[in-house]
């Protein structure tokens, strides 16, 4: 299952809006059944927007200007304009919508329960396919072309390739144990899988869909991300409260940056610097400087901050 708990969730998603000078921040609270919009330069919630039941899952539309939230108590996904600040369309998927990513032509959306992707076509809002995946489909990452789509099978230990113009599963990758966030570099080469249960993170190289490498990180990791132009790669540890630093080219554990308690989603901020980190028990974010590997800023946001999936915005 994927870990909801009594308490409010809140994810973040880091977005550049044209109707604002600031880059915003939406952030999901999974009891109250809303999201918190947060002005990132100056740190304060700007609105709150009410969506479906028990919202986690978060991706930006770039192209089209939306946020998505999916909302596994109601099995729908939220649609909220990004200048109006407001949910503009509910779409009806299945059961369990969890991770989700949107590109330029589609919406994907994970179901947990049933085992399959969901694609969606964001010019007519249809449903147009349901691709069969593994076990529990965990997290989503699309190459920069956007032809291939990566899933995570966290109850199959593997990762798959699914061919975005067929819509048809073409390779898999075996990772260690229970894979679930992920990250790809700029070039689509490489894809970084944290797997909770192993404590490790797998590296597969995406051209053969062969792992490189398992490195050993901190207790239960759940989600990866690339800063300084790729040559870090930042692991959220949610046992022991803290972040497990990587160099990518010699694939070393290299830092441990100590965050609040049970860090889960991160992402890296525009300018490729600074790192937010949602965690999850103290209802804070940590705000990490990539280069000197110190928590600069804590900033206090809803009840179970956890930031699932792609938040930010090119």
Known sequence: MFSIRPGIALLLVLVSCSAVAAPLAFATNQQSNNVSVIDIEKNTVISTIAVGKEPAGVSVDNHGGHVFISNPGDGTVSVIDIKKLEVVRSLKLGPGPLALIAGNNFLYVADWYEDYISVVDLSSWEELSRVPVGRSPSGLVLSPDQRSLYVSNRDDDTVMVINTETFRVTGSAVTQQRPFGMTLDADGSRLYVANVKSNSVT????????????????????????????????????????????????????????????????????????????????????????????????IDVGDGPRAYGNFIAD
């Open 203 to 298: 590296v597969i190289e995406t051209r053969l869909m062969q792992p490189v490498a398992h490195i050993a990180v901190g207790e239960r990791p759940y989600a990866v991300s690339l800063a300084l132009a790729g040559s870090r790669a930042f692991v959220t540890n949610q046992y022991e409260n803290n972040i497990s630093v990587i160099d990518t080219r010699s694939l070393e554990l290299v830092d441990t940056i100590a965050v609040d308690e049970y860090p889960e989603g991160i992402n890296t901020l525009p300018g490729d610097r600074q790192i937010y980190v949602a965690n999850w028990f103290s209802n804070t974010v940590s705000v990490i400087d990539a280069v000197t590997g110190e928590l600069v800023n804590t």
